[in-house]
């Protein structure tokens, strides 16, 4: 099965500094790469994703990046805010799937 | 529409006991899945459904867990016998079955097994 590894799992950053969460995954046959994020007492909600066919993608602030060939991914996000404060998850699909497999998670901090 | 409903919130409960978890999902959704967060595993796929039928069910940890899906509208989770180790909170997501790909998560349920 796919197996995904997700570092750090803290960050700490200024407001207005970049973050960047970066995540492995171990199946080649994995073809989408969503981001969650999860506020506290709240369930993940879906910011960004990804598909194998793409290198790069951006919405507003946050931008994810794949490389299929290293089997990485990874979340940026530019001028953090306070409210970007949570926790952040990556997932990988195998292709044919519907189930996700999530990694550990980011909590990250912005400090005003 | 109101999104994916959880009940109830909070559950706490002693070892041994029956504990069962409900899930609405979004009207129009056809698959359905649950999903544990804990500290030490983070968020492990339990179950999943598509059109009210279990696809895959190899993350239920034993035979004490049960998931149940009568309608397109209600599904079930259910803990016989509970124990300590079953404590976290547990999601139930759904999403449709063309034009997005995103899982749509409820709020969660904490679940404390003393």
């Known amino acids: 099965g796919e197996n995904v590894e997700q570092h750090p799992s803290t960050l700490s950053v200024q407001e207005g500094d970049s973050a960047v969460i970066k995540c492995t995954y171990s199946?080649?046959?994995?073809?989408?790469f969503p981001w969650y994020k999860q506020e506290l007492g709240k369930g993940p909600q879906l910011i960004i994703d990804?598909?194998?066919?793409?290198g790069e993608k951006k919405d507003q602030r946050i931008a994810v990046t794949l490389n299929k060939t290293a089997k990485h991914f990874s979340l940026h996000i530019t001028e953090t805010q306070p409210e970007d404060s949570a926790v952040y998850f990556c997932?990988?699909?195998?292709?044919?799937?519907?189930?996700?497999?999530f990694g550990s998670g980011t909590r990250l901090q912005v400090q005003p | 529409d109101a999104g994916v409903i959880q009940s109830p919130r909070h559950e706490v409960t002693e070892m041994g006991q029956e504990v069962t978890l409900r899930c609405k999902p979004i009207?129009?959704?056809?698959?359905l899945f649950w999903y544990r967060q804990t500290m030490m595993r983070g968020l492990e796929l339990l179950i999943y459904?598509?059109?009210?039928?279990?696809?895959?069910d190899s993350g239920m940890p034993e035979d004490r867990f049960s998931a149940k899906m009568p309608n397109a509208s209600f599904s079930t989770l259910k803990i016989q016998p509970s124990e300590p180790r079953d404590s976290a909170v547990y999601f139930c997501?759904?999403?449709?079955?063309?034009?997005?790909?995103?899982?749509?998560f409820g709020p969660g349920t904490r679940l404390t097994v003393l």
């Open positions: 997501a759904s999403r449709p079955t063309a034009g997005s790909d995103e899982q749509f």
């Open positions: 199946d080649s046959a994995s073809n989408y």
């Open positions: 990804i598909r194998s066919n793409v």
């Open positions: 997932a990988a699909r195998q292709t044919g799937r519907r189930a996700l497999t």
């Open positions: 009207s129009g959704h056809d698959y």
């Open positions: 459904f598509n059109n009210n039928v279990p696809i895959d």
